[in-house]
Each structure stands twice: as C-alpha cells, then as structure tokens.
C-alpha cells in the first residue's frame, strides 16, 4: 500500500517541535531554579558598525539584578545574539551589587541622583503607597526591595540615564546609625522617633 510522504513528514515533524518545546521549558525552568536574583531587562538596542565589507550589527543590553532584599545591581552588556548581551549585563550587574539602606520598605530619607541629562528625585513613602515610578526607575527600586516610594524624573526620558540616575540616588541613601556616626551625635538628635522606631523594627526582621 502507497504511503502518503505528506503524512510521514509531518508526523516526524510533530515530536521535533515538541522535544525543542519541552528542551526550552527545561532549560528555562533551571535557569529561574538557579538564580535567586530578580532580574529585569530595561533596555535592549541594537547597534551597527560599519567596516570595509559593509556593516556588522550587535545587541546592547542594559539589565538590573537584585534579591529584592536590599541589595541590587547595573550591567550593561553587548552581543552579536540578544541572549547572549542579556547574559553578559547579568553578570556584569553582579558584580555592581551595592546595598540599599532601607526602612520598612521606603527610603529612610530623600535622594537625588543625577547622571548625565538624567535627574531622580526619591522620597519616603508610607506603607501601601507601592512604587510610584516609571518603567526603568520602577525596575530598579524593585530590584532593590522597596516597595513604597514617590519619585520624580527630572531630566532626560533616556532609560540608561534614568537608571544611572536612580543608582545614584540609591548609592546616597543613609540609615540613620550612619548619620549620627559620622556626625559624632546621639541617634535621638538627627532622626525623629518614629524613624528610629522604624530602622529598630527593619533590623530586627
């Protein structure tokens, strides 16, 4: 009996999709089980250079990592396959990791930070307000933890400098134990009560 080649080819062509299928839900189902960092892609660009046999084109990645419990980091990373620039800014964000100081999930006191044409301005919150921000200043404060927070861009809409902006903003943030350390005073001078209170209950959780 004649056997439709039709049939052949797409009965052999179904499990192929279906492994691949399965191989990626795998693959990215380990990579979310490996990294206990929230990762998230602010910017993805793509880039030419022009040489003598015509033009070479790559991917630029701008990618903040953090464990949403105080300490976050920026990378930038570029690849001729926009995975692999994701991969690069990933590791290059690791490596920037920084602490944010942080009182129940707001900034203890107001911040700016500028960068280039971008300026950021963050305030306290409290709770329940959530984070009041833009897409890349939104992606930061995530990252970091904070949770409840009013911020204003002031400068450029460019997204690589708003979160250089907002990564400089978080860099000058101060708990309150450092402030009367450095200037040599009680901790009753330089914050108010119920900001100590505040700080004393963030430690202790």
């Known amino acids: 009996m004649a056997v439709n080649p039709t049939q052949n080819r797409e009965g052999a062509d179904a499990p192929k999709g279906n492994d691949r299928r399965e191989r990626r839900e795998r693959r990215d189902d380990r990579q979310q089980e490996k990294s206990p960092y929230i990762e998230r ?8 250079k022009v040489v003598k046999g015509g033009r070479r084109f790559s991917f630029t ?6 464990d949403g419990n105080g300490t976050v980091g920026i990378g930038y990373g570029k690849s001729k396959e926009v995975p692999q620039a994701i991969a690069k800014a990933v590791e290059e964000a690791k490596k920037s990791f920084f602490k944010v100081p942080r009182i129940q999930g707001t900034v203890p006191h107001p ?3 500028e960068t280039a044409a971008g300026v950021v301005l963050l305030r306290p919150a409290s709770p329940g307000t959530g984070v009041i921000a833009g897409g890349p200043v939104r992606a930061v ?9 009013l911020t204003k861009s002031l400068g450029s809409n460019n997204a690589i400098n708003m979160v250089h902006a907002t990564v400089a903003a978080l860099k000058q943030l101060e708990s309150p134990e450092a402030i009367a350390a450095r200037r040599g005073r009680p901790l009753e001078d330089v914050a108010p009560a119920a900001i100590i209170r505040a700080s004393q209950m963030t430690v202790g959780a």
Do not use: K, M, P, W
Not at 41 to 48: C, G, H, K, T
Not at 61 to 66: E, N
């Open 61 to 66: 990645a701008l990618v903040v990592v953090g």
């Open 111 to 113: 911040s700016q930070g």
């Open 141 to 149: 404060l995530e990252c970091a933890g904070i949770t409840d927070v």
């Open 41 to 48: 892609v602010v910017f993805i660009n793509r880039v030419s």
